[in-house]
């Protein structure tokens, strides 16, 4: 919810060439509709002076299936600066208001047989359709102070150049917990020396907004009560801090011409060419918290983390052609202390990152697609590798995993389309991706002294169950590693035979290192797979 709060703030503050002729009310009209194209409706009470518009009590609101969003400003003030530019300005505390639903908790109650239920028991034998959640209402609501803020404006009615300057932005919010208990959760947090541009102008259809923003600091803070549960578990409390510098925000939005409810028609306008393109960073971000309460049992717990990243980075694509995340963070380490545990859990990670690609739009032919994921240096405290390792007999070196996978898929509905899976919508398919390729470009595991590598690729025909191609793999130090498991007693030696035999069917000794085991898993037509050219389906 905080991230409505601030991008509106900043679109308030939102973006064409200098020296053009721009007037306070073209701007108060450009803003209106540059909010409608995201289903929101603008009002207020406009007092036009010509060289300054005042508008008291703005009212920007949305409706959604359930609920609405209503974002009130108490007066935005609009002025000419005497250089084509129109200096707009935020007064007074921006107050927010959100409702939605939310599924009701389940009731604890006894099963019913099903013959004492006929719709559960149709006559023709199929199963009932089951019953829509019951849904509960909830609300968040807050405040935003942007005291000494500044937005210059210049350009055209049709292209315009929004130049913003928030030293401060201060949010309050006060967050539903659960549904069932009517709790809440207050969340705090400022922005400190905000500055950037945004530019919204016509495009060869529709519209295209461009943002360029960053930020010296965020700060976010909860300190939350929990309530009493089922034999006085919970009631305690839960303090978090979180602590960002450096943050940086990039990118370019297309909207088509038509209108959509991006809420309910994100499918309709992917088709229609709805484009969106951001890039997020941050120089390093500190997460604090500690807590102190009852578990179920009714006993005192109490415990206390801390987690710190490096520079990291996200991006986010959003189009006909898929939906994108992509992102990278180095050194991780994280600490956590609790007194239900005997000792610190402790460990660190030199690098993560990830790059997730995947097809959203129905559609005939097939799509591309990447799941990606690495996780490199990861190293754990001694004393969690105590606990199955006293004799340190395993190597302790930074681990790392790799597993890189791209191809192509039939998608057979619209993912985004919200009326999926809601009673009286249309039916989820059984399979919404059907693959037609897959490239194991790297699945790769370095750790406790062994390696292992696939690589390969395969291809599906109208039998996704049976593809055609080859997997290729490659081990070091498996055998070393199983003779290490039973000198240590985590595996008994009858269950470790069965596994070496199950090695020695599907992979080989390489002639030139025996430590060194080769596979080549060949999959052929009409389901039958091979290994090392000997079948074994």
């Known amino acids: 919810m905080f991230r409505f709060a601030a991008t509106s703030a900043l679109a308030l503050g939102i973006a064409a060439p200098a020296l053009a002729d721009v007037t306070p009310a073209q701007v108060w009209e450009n803003l209106q509709e540059n909010y409608a194209d995201f289903g929101y409706q603008v009002t207020g009470?406009?007092?036009d002076g010509g060289g300054t518009l005042t508008v008291r009590d703005a009212v920007f609101s949305m409706k959604n299936e359930g609920g609405a969003t209503t974002f009130t400003i108490p007066r935005l003030t609009f002025q000419e600066t005497g250089d084509a530019r129109v200096r707009m300005v935020i007064e007074g505390d921006m107050a927010l208001d959100s409702t939605f639903l939310v599924p009701a908790p389940p009731e604890d109650a006894p099963a019913d047989d099903p013959a004492d239920n006929p719709a559960d028991n149709p006559a023709d034998g199929t199963q009932a359709a089951p019953a829509a959640p019951e849904m509960v209402e909830m609300t968040t609501t807050g405040t935003l102070k942007v005291p000494g803020n500044?937005?210059?404006?210049?350009g055209t009615p049709e292209d315009m150049l929004y130049e913003f300057s928030y030293p401060t932005m201060a949010f309050d919010l006060t967050m539903p917990a659960d549904p069932e208990t009517g709790a809440t959760v207050p969340v705090t947090g400022t922005l400190t020396d905000v500055t950037g541009t945004q530019r919204q102008g016509a495009a060869a259809e529709g519209s295209e907004t461009s943002f360029d923003a960053k930020a010296s600091e965020a700060t976010v803070q909860i300190a939350a009560d929990a309530p009493a549960g089922a034999e006085?578990?919970?009631?305690?409390?839960l303090n978090l801090q979180v602590r960002l510098t450096d943050l940086t925000s990039t990118g370019t939005a297309r909207m088509p011409a038509q209108s959509f409810d991006l809420g309910t028609q994100m499918a309709q306008a992917l088709a229609a060419g709805l484009d969106f393109q951001g890039d997020f960073g941050f120089g390093a971000m500190d997460i604090g918290f500690d807590f102190a309460g009852r578990n179920d049992a009714g006993e005192d717990e109490t415990g206390s983390g801390t987690v710190a990243l490096g520079a990291g980075n996200a991006s986010l694509r959003m189009s006909a052609d898929g939906l994108g995340y992509k992102g990278d963070v180095a050194e991780t380490r994280a600490e956590m202390t609790a007194s239900s545990l005997p000792f610190p859990v402790s460990y660190a990670a030199d690098r993560t990152r990830f790059d997730l690609l995947?097809?959203?739009?129905?559609?005939?032919?097939?799509?591309?697609?990447?799941?990606?994921?690495?996780?490199?240096?990861?190293?754990?405290?001694?004393?969690?590798?105590?606990?199955f390792d006293p004799g340190r007999q395993l190597p302790r070196d930074p681990a790392s995993l790799t597993v890189d996978l791209s191809g192509d898929a039939v998608v057979a509905e619209n993912l985004l389309d919200p009326a999926i899976g809601q009673p009286g919508g249309p039916t989820p398919p059984d399979a919404p991706f059907t693959p037609r390729t897959l490239t194991v470009n790297t699945v790769a595991l370095d750790a406790v002294g062994a390696k292992a590598e696939i690589t390969g690729a395969l291809e599906f025909g109208d039998n996704p169950n049976e593809p055609v191609g080859k997997l290729n793999g490659t081990f070091e130090g498996v055998n070393g590693?199983?003779?290490?498991?039973?000198?240590?007693?985590?595996?008994?030696?009858?269950?470790?035979?069965?596994?070496?035999?199950?090695?020695?069917?599907?992979?080989?000794p390489d002639e030139a290192n025996p430590d060194r085991l080769t596979s080549e898993i060949e999959f052929r037509e009409g389901g039958r797979i091979f290994a090392n050219g000997q079948q074994v389906k």
């Open 45 to 47: 009470q406009v007092e």
């Open 358 to 387: 995947i097809p959203v739009s129905k559609a005939d032919a097939a799509q591309p697609f990447k799941f990606a994921y690495a996780l490199e240096g990861l190293t754990f405290a001694d004393a969690i590798w105590d606990l």
């Open 232 to 237: 006085d578990a919970g009631n305690g409390k």
């Open 481 to 508: 590693l199983m003779d290490k498991l039973v000198a240590m007693n985590l595996v008994p030696e009858e269950q470790m035979m069965g596994m070496r035999m199950m090695l020695a069917m599907f992979a080989k």
């Open 150 to 154: 500044e937005t210059v404006v210049s």
